[in-house]
C-alpha cells in the first residue's frame, strides 16, 4: 500500500531557509502535495508537482522531486514566524486517493 | 476563487443526536470528499464522490452517511455516534473525477466535531 514519511519537528530560526523532507513508497503516484496546516485551521494547498518534474518553484517556495529515491522536499526561502505551522506532504497515488504523511510542525524562532 | 465552505465550524452533540455537516463549492469541482482528522494525525479519507455518485467508501462506518444533492453541494449526516468520532472533518474537491492534469485537491477549513 501507499506510504509516506516525514520527520515530525524541524526548527528554524527567521530569516534562513527551512527544508522539509518526505519519502514515498507508491511508484505510481501522479501527483505530490505539499499542504500547511495552520493550528485550528484547515487545509492550505502550498503547491504541487508532477511526477514527471524535478523542480518546482513558486516564489519563496521551492520543491524537489527525486523519483528515483520517492524522495520530495520543501524548501521554504527567508522563512518568517507566520510559517510556522504543520506541512503535509501527500501523493495522489490510485485513482482519486491522495495519502497524506504525519506531517512535520515547522517552528520559526524570532 | 479557490473555495471550498464548510459549515458548521463547530459543532457538539449527543450520542443520540442527528445532526449534519455541510460543505459547498463553487469552482465546477465534480469530485468531492471527505476527510476526517484527529489531533496530531494526518487526514484520512471516508469517502470520495465523483459527478455526484458515491464512488468510494473507505469502509466508514454507516453512523456516517454522505449525500451529495447536486456538484455543488455535499453533505454528511451523522447519528449515534461515539466519543471517539470527534475530530476534524474536511470537505475537499477537485476538479474531476480522476487524477488527471490539473486535478489538484482543495480542502475547506473544516468543522470541528465534539461528541459528548
Redesign the interface.
Known amino acids: 500500500g501507499e506510504d509516506v514519511e516525514q520527520s515530525l519537528f524541524l526548527s528554524v530560526r527567521e530569516g534562513d531557509s527551512s527544508v522539509i523532507n518526505c519519502t514515498y513508497t507508491d511508484s505510481s503516484s501522479t501527483y505530490l502535495y505539499w499542504y500547511k496546516q495552520e493550528p485550528g485551521a484547515g487545509l492550505q494547498l502550498l503547491t504541487y508537482i508532477f511526477s514527471n518534474m524535478d523542480m518546482k518553484q513558486d516564489q519563496r517556495l521551492t520543491v524537489l522531486l527525486n523519483k528515483k529515491d520517492k524522495h520530495l522536499s520543501l524548501r521554504i526561502a527567508d522563512t518568517q514566524t507566520g510559517d510556522s505551522a504543520i506541512y503535509f506532504c501527500a501523493e495522489g497515488g490510485g485513482y482519486q486517493k491522495v495519502t497524506f504523511g504525519i506531517g512535520t510542525k515547522l517552528q520559526v524562532i524570532p | 476563487d ?1 473555495e471550498v465552505t ?1 459549515t458548521p465550524k463547530h459543532l457538539v452533540m449527543g450520542m443520540t443526536n442527528k445532526k449534519s455537516l455541510k460543505c459547498e463549492q463553487h469552482m465546477g469541482h465534480r ?1 468531492m ?1 471527505w476527510y476526517k482528522q484527529k489531533a ?6 471516508m469517502f ?1 464522490y ?1 459527478y455526484e455518485k458515491l ?2 467508501n473507505e469502509s466508514v462506518p454507516s453512523r456516517f452517511s454522505p449525500e451529495c444533492p447536486n456538484s455543488s453541494l455535499l453533505n454528511l449526516h451523522l447519528h449515534a455516534l461515539q466519543p471517539e468520532d470527534s475530530a ?1 472533518y ?1 470537505c ?1 474537491s ?1 476538479l474531476q ?4 492534469s490539473g ?8 468543522s ?1 466535531l465534539t461528541v459528548v
Open positions: 479557490t464548510q469530485a470528499y496530531k494525525k494526518p487526514p484520512e479519507l470520495v465523483s464512488s468510494i476534524l474536511l475537499a477537485s473525477g480522476a487524477l488527471s486535478n489538484t485537491i482543495y480542502f475547506g477549513e473544516g470541528w
